[in-house]
Every structure is written in C-alpha cells, then in structure tokens.
C-alpha cells in the first residue's frame, strides 16, 4: 500500500501534484466561477461577516497564517490567525457576524474541537476545512469544505497541508466572489494559476537532487534556520517544523524582518540559513529580503536560498539555490515548501529514523 515507496511520508510528498489537483476538481465552472455548493452558510450570512476568524494547530496553523494573506488582500475582511490551544482561554470577542473558520486534516484534534464549541456557543458560524469524511470537527461545524489529499499515514503532514491552502484559497476567492471584492475575472485568472499548480509541483519533484545533496551535506548540523517575509514566512515556519519533528535537530523559522530585532544573534559560522525570496519584481520585500542575505552570509552563515527561476539577485550571496517555479506571489508556499519537505524527510531517513512515526508523536492529537 505504500505504492513501491519505502516510508508513506515520500509517497505522500509524491502524491501531492494530485492531492492539489483533486481538491480543485470540480470547485469552479468553465467561465472560472468559484461553486462551492457544500458551503451551508448564506451568501447574506457571508455577506454580513465582519470578522474570520482562522483557528487550527500545527502545521494547519501555518496554513491559516498563509490564509491570512490571501484572504485580508482579497476580501478586505480582517482576518486573525489564531492556535487553537490558546483561543478559548482569552475570552475572545466572537460574535453571530463573526466567521470561524477551522483548519484540521484529521478533524478530530481535540484543542480545535474545543475551540469550535467555544465559537458556536457565541454564535459564530463555524466553517472546518478538514481532510476525514464524517470526523467529529466537520460534524460539529455549520459548514465544511472537504480538502481531497486522500488518507495522509505519514504522522508529518505533507499533502494534507498543501491541499489545506488550497482551501484557504479557494475560500478566499469564494467569499471575493460574494461579496464583490473582485471581478470575476480577476478570480478566473487565479483560478487557472491554481491550476496550473499540480503540473508544476510534478516538474519540482522531478528535480530534487539539490534537496538530496543539501540532505546530505547537513546530516550532522546541529541546527537550522529558516527566514521567510509575507506569504513566506508561514513556510520558514512549516519548514522547522517538518525538520523538528522528522529529524530531531534544533530548527526555527523567522519573519526575515525580524532578524535584527534579535535572531541575527544566533547566526555563527557553518550555521545553514533556509531563505524563501518572494518573487521578484512583483514585490518590494525582494531586495530587503536580499539584504538579510547579505547580513547572515557575512556573518559566516550558510545560506540556501529559494527563488523562483530567473532570479538571479541572491545568486552571488547563496551557497545553494534552489529554484521555486513562476507562481503569483499569494500561490508561493505550494510550491516552496515541497523542496523543504524534501529536506527534512531525506535528512531524517539518512539519520536512521523513522519518518512516518516520529517519536512521542500521534496522527491525531484527541487531548487538549
Ligand atoms: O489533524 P490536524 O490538522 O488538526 O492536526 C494539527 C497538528 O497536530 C498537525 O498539523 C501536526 O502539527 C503535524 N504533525 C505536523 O506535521
């Protein structure tokens, strides 16, 4: 069952251009018009909302954080990003014209769970993006939409993630849509670069001896750093954590602005440096991000640097380059994470442990 691969962590990686594909099936109609009939929350109700709300664990969290981006830039709806533990405890100010709006692949994590009754005995409207037909936090919500990664075993999510923002994009669009916040062109034209994703996800995978080599040449570090600004700081996020939780080193992810208001102090010589570059020219962020480079390399860092193809600006500053595909900036972290993915899995597996189970981890996590 694990289809001639030896972990389901690599055959779930590998599934990914599909898992992408299938949650977009069916999702819009030939003129790029978004359809998202399971949506059992009024186009007046959507229309009356005046806060979202985004509520998961985890690697799900981190899809909300992108969720944010897209969303707040789409719908002009402010958007929060909040981890479930944390939601219920502060008293939150939730209300009938407040849309919450979970992220859970297993629908059965107990923090979100706990959060999701919280926000319906306030009268919010409760909308899961969940991967498992029939769990508990979609049975339990107003509303779902049902990502299509198929089973995820390996314990690290990896598809399930990547078809989680693929909901979050598609939400985000949807309540555009709605609420009249873009012309349906401009959603039409997205929507094609969403799908034009999994064909570029297969192309990536077809080229990962880069990643291989990179697993290699930092079996033994000690720790690592990940730096990402916008959309890309989410992935620096998802990056550590894949790393933390499948190879057991030291990892943190980092808003690259940030860096001088205290990481810069960790960076010592041979320390490996992850950078994510937002696209170029379309983003005033790329030469400031350019500028991080600059600092943690001269101060001995290794840097590896993502960039999408044609961007040579961090060349003369990056130990490694890995190339990222052409997408719209808002699409990035579908297609910059599955190198760091990559990473993570095969520098575990060279370290002997076991990628679909890591220790002291469960798939699915039932107590708060
Ligand atoms: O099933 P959920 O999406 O609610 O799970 C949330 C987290 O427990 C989960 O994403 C966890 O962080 C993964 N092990 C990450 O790889």
């Not at 594909?21 to 909302?49: F, K, M, P, Y």
């Not at 985000?172 to 959603?187: N, P, W």
């Not at 954590?241 to 960076?267: M, R, S, V």
Request: hydrophobic share 45%; with cysteine; net charge negative.
């Amino acid at each position: 069952e694990k289809g001639g691969f030896d972990w389901f962590m690599r055959k779930e990686i590998y599934e990914q251009p599909k898992a992408v594909a299938d949650t977009l099936l069916g999702r819009h109609d030939a003129s790029g018009a978004l359809r998202l009939d399971e949506i059992r929350i009024s186009q007046a109700e959507l229309r009356a909302v005046d806060k979202i709300i985004v509520i998961a664990c985890g690697t799900s969290f981190y899809a909300g954080l992108v969720a944010k981006y897209a969303i707040e830039h789409w719908t002009r709806v402010p958007c929060e990003v909040e981890l479930a533990s944390e939601f219920r405890y502060r008293d939150p100010i939730v209300g009938p014209t407040t849309l919450v709006v979970t992220i859970s692949q297993s629908g059965e994590t107990a923090d979100t769970l706990m959060a999701i009754r919280h926000a319906r005995e306030q009268k919010a409207k409760v909308l899961a993006i969940c991967n498992t037909n029939g769990s508990t936090i979609p049975r339990e919500s107003d509303a779902v939409i049902y990502t299509h990664a198929g089973p995820e075993i390996g314990v690290a999510s990896t598809k399930g993630f990547l078809t989680q923002l693929v909901a979050c994009y598609l939400l985000g669009l949807y309540l555009a849509q709605v609420r009249g916040t873009k012309f349906g062109d401009e959603i039409a034209v997205l929507i094609e670069e969403l799908d034009k994703i999994p064909a570029a996800i297969e192309g990536q995978l077809g080229d990962m001896a880069g990643v291989l080599q990179l697993a290699a040449d930092f079996a033994e570090a000690p720790s690592v750093l990940f730096l990402g600004r916008h959309v890309g700081y989410p992935v620096a996020l998802e990056g550590a954590l894949k790393l933390k939780e499948l190879a057991y080193i030291h990892a943190e992810g980092f808003a690259a602005g940030e860096l001088k208001h205290g990481p810069i102090a960790l960076i010592e010589n041979e320390l490996p440096v992850f950078v994510v570059m937002p696209p170029q020219g379309r983003d005033m962020l790329h030469d400031k991000v350019i500028s991080n480079i600059q600092e943690i390399r001269a101060r001995g860092a290794r840097t590896i640097v993502l960039a999408e193809e044609g961007d040579a600006d961090a060349g003369p500053y990056a130990d490694v380059m890995i190339t990222l595909p052409k997408v719209p900036t808002l699409l990035q972290p579908l297609v910059a994470i599955v190198p760091l993915q990559i990473f993570a899995c095969e520098l575990a597996t060279r370290k002997g442990h076991d990628v679909d189970q890591p220790r002291n981890l469960a798939k699915s996590v039932t107590v708060e």
